[in-house]
Nanobody, 126 residues
Framework: EVQLVESGGGSVQAGGSLRLSCAASRFSFGSTCVGWFRQASGKEREEVVTIDNNGLTNYAHSVKGRFTMSTDDAKNTLYLQMDNLKPEDTAMYYC????????????????????WGQGTQVTVSS
């Protein structure tokens, strides 16, 4: 069974930084579909950063230039470095992953992604 486990959330003041980690078991992040999502209280889940069908990394406009997604293949861990945090970044953060699928138009990342972590809470105070 594939498991994704997030860690690294916490409380921080505006302008601070956090690094979220997503450790995978029975799943390899290399050349797969991965992403970070978040859901604030009372709001719908939104994409923070994902890898598209062409393998390009796409950041939400609200986090572009402040957040960076990376992977450590040796540790099989996905990271989200979050800098210059703002109160509006407060949310439960989830990592997600899936394998690429082959369709009539080529390889693609399915939506929604199949595997999800349990989430880690990020709270940013002003």
């Amino acid at each position: 069974e594939v498991q994704l486990v997030e860690s690294g959330g916490g409380s921080v003041q505006a302008g601070g930084s956090l690094r979220l980690s997503c450790a995978a078991s029975r799943f390899s992040f290399g050349s797969t579909c991965v992403g970070w999502f978040r859901q604030a209280s009372g709001k719908e889940r939104e994409e923070v950063v994902t890898i598209d069908n062409n393998g390009l990394t796409n950041y939400a406009h609200s986090v572009k230039g402040r957040f960076t997604m990376s992977t450590d293949d040796a540790k099989n861990t996905l990271y989200l470095q979050m800098d210059n945090l703002k109160p509006e970044d407060t949310a439960m953060y989830y990592c997600a992953a899936d394998v690429r699928r082959l369709g009539s138009d080529g390889w693609f990342c399915p939506r929604p992604l199949q595997y999800w972590g349990q989430g880690t809470q990020v709270t940013v105070s002003s």
